[in-house]
């Protein structure tokens, strides 16, 4: 499966996402904050990326456009998954480079098929 990074400073938030991911198969990568999931992602190179929006040093929004904009990292995926809802702030977090946008409290179902979703068009996007 996928080694995926979740990028949140909560620890109940970690713990909940690594569970589920874990349960399917994923392999997990945590980084406390924004300034430390940039750094990370450029040394491991995940092949997917969960970026929390509020966070210290470096929010999630602005890890994303680094993470974008960065030869090294912008062909990582990143779904926002945040408690922020507002339509203004998806629309944000897309113009930043995220692929998709889930807000908190997350369902199971709904993150996986969402997963499934980005790594696949991924996939296909590399195979052609």
């Known amino acids: 499966m996928a080694r995926i990074l979740i990028v ?3 620890a109940t938030q970690v713990y909940s996402l690594r569970k589920i991911l874990m349960k ?3 392999e ?3 980084a406390g904050d924004g300034a ?3 750094q990370v992602a450029k040394v491991e190179l995940p092949d ?3 970026m929390d929006v509020v966070m210290p040093k470096l929010n999630g929004f602005q ?3 680094q993470l974008t904009r960065d030869t090294a990292t912008q062909h990582i995926p990143i779904i926002m998954v945040t408690t922020k809802d507002q339509e203004t ?7 930043q480079g995220a692929k998709r946008y889930i807000t908190k ?7 996986i098929n969402t997963i499934n979703e980005v790594m696949g068009k991924l996939s296909a996007r590399q195979s052609t």
């Open 48 to 50: 997917l990326i969960l």
């Open 24 to 26: 399917h198969g994923h």
């Open 28 to 30: 997990v990568i945590v």
């Open 63 to 65: 890890a994303t456009r």
């Open 36 to 38: 430390e999931g940039v």
């Open 89 to 95: 702030d998806k629309i944000w977090g897309e113009r």
């Open 105 to 111: 409290p997350v369902d199971e179902d709904y993150l």
């Open 8 to 10: 949140d400073d909560s």
